[in-house]
């Protein structure tokens, strides 16, 4: 099949939707009418739809008819990389979590989600995916010491986590020290509900831990970095696993 054909189904099919979602019931002669298909390509598409979980009802016989079930759905999102991360991230962390409410479905919501992405963006977010680590819950040692980080600095940690920038922090230590350092933000760990950032810390030439609740300001520099290995640094970040 062609892309041109590939692209007109999935037209089609968005259309389909749509009409069902607009109205409580359809009669095949009249889809057929506003699409400008016969039945055959209808009852294909329809089939294809099924396939892919949306709740479409047939009805056959005189007076039967087409119809969404509950008229409800996602429609088609266009998100950025970092949206989807967050969303993906959401849904593996209520499954880590392992509550027993919707569990069952997580799984599945999860797989639909990502296969609806195109081939760029599928390898994009699985390469992200790799770097991103839920844990178990935080000790009630650490919780007593967690304050939740500002907004801004969750904001420019992601930024620069997502988009590989290298970045200049000032971070606290567990003593109340602070320091400045040039850092590479390479993995995320999650002990629920602290974010470390697991980094290569250019200030030091070694690879460091950082509690993102500890860090006071954050600066995006304008240079990347790469992720060459993910074995080597999988290593290299080995003992900051054992500790937590």
Same mark, same amino acid.
């Given at each position: 099949?062609?892309k041109?054909?590939?692209?007109?189904? $999935?037209?089609?099919?968005?259309?389909?939707?749509?009409?069902l979602?607009?109205?409580?019931?359809?009669?095949?002669?009249l889809?057929?009418?506003?699409?400008s298909?016969?039945?055959?390509?209808?009852m *294909?598409?329809?089939s294809?739809?099924r396939e892919?979980?949306?709740?479409?009802?047939?009805?056959?016989g *005189?007076?039967?008819?087409?119809?969404?079930?509950g008229?409800?759905?996602?429609?088609?999102?266009?998100?950025?990389n970092?949206?989807?991360i967050?969303?993906?991230v959401?849904l593996?962390i209520?499954?880590a979590?392992?509550?027993?409410l919707?569990?069952e479905?997580?799984?599945s919501?999860?797989?639909?989600?990502?296969?609806?992405?195109?081939?760029?963006?599928?390898?994009?977010?699985?390469?992200?995916?790799k770097?991103?680590?839920i844990?178990?819950?935080?000790? *009630?040692?650490?919780?007593?010491?967690?304050?939740?980080p500002?907004?801004?600095?969750?904001?420019?940690?992601s930024?620069?986590?997502?988009?590989?920038k290298?970045?200049?922090?000032?971070y606290?230590?567990?003593?109340g020290?602070?320091?400045? *350092?040039?850092?590479?933000p390479?993995?995320?760990?999650?002990?629920?509900?602290?974010?470390?950032?697991?980094?290569?810390d250019?200030?030091k030439?070694?690879?460091?831990?950082?509690?993102?609740d500890?860090?006071?300001?954050?600066?995006?520099?304008?240079y990347?970095?790469?992720?060459?290995?993910?074995?080597?640094?999988?290593?290299?970040?080995?003992?900051?696993f054992? $500790?937590l």
């Amino acid at each position: 099949m062609g892309k041109g054909s590939l692209k007109d189904k $999935q037209h089609r099919h968005s259309l389909i939707l749509s009409l069902l979602r607009n109205e409580d019931f359809w009669t095949t002669e009249l889809l057929c009418k506003n699409l400008s298909i016969g039945p055959r390509t209808l009852m *294909r598409d329809l089939s294809e739809l099924r396939e892919l979980g949306h709740p479409i009802e047939s009805e056959r016989g *005189r007076g039967g008819g087409i119809s969404l079930k509950g008229r409800w759905g996602l429609t088609k999102l266009l998100l950025n990389n970092e949206e989807i991360i967050s969303m993906l991230v959401s849904l593996a962390i209520v499954d880590a979590i392992g509550t027993p409410l919707f569990g069952e479905n997580l799984k599945s919501i999860r797989k639909r989600i990502s296969d609806s992405f195109p081939f760029e963006q599928k390898e994009l977010i699985k390469n992200l995916r790799k770097r991103i680590f839920i844990g178990k819950s935080a000790s *009630r040692d650490i919780l007593n010491s967690y304050s939740p980080p500002k907004s801004s600095i969750l904001n420019n940690m992601s930024r620069s986590f997502f988009l590989q920038k290298i970045i200049s922090i000032s971070y606290k230590d567990a003593k109340g020290i602070i320091t400045e *350092r040039t850092i590479e933000p390479k993995i995320l760990l999650l002990n629920w509900p602290i974010w470390y950032f697991l980094c290569w810390d250019k200030s030091k030439n070694d690879s460091r831990l950082f509690r993102i609740d500890r860090i006071e300001k954050v600066k995006i520099l304008n240079y990347n970095f790469k992720i060459n290995n993910m074995k080597n640094m999988m290593k290299d970040f080995e003992d900051y696993f054992e $500790q937590l």
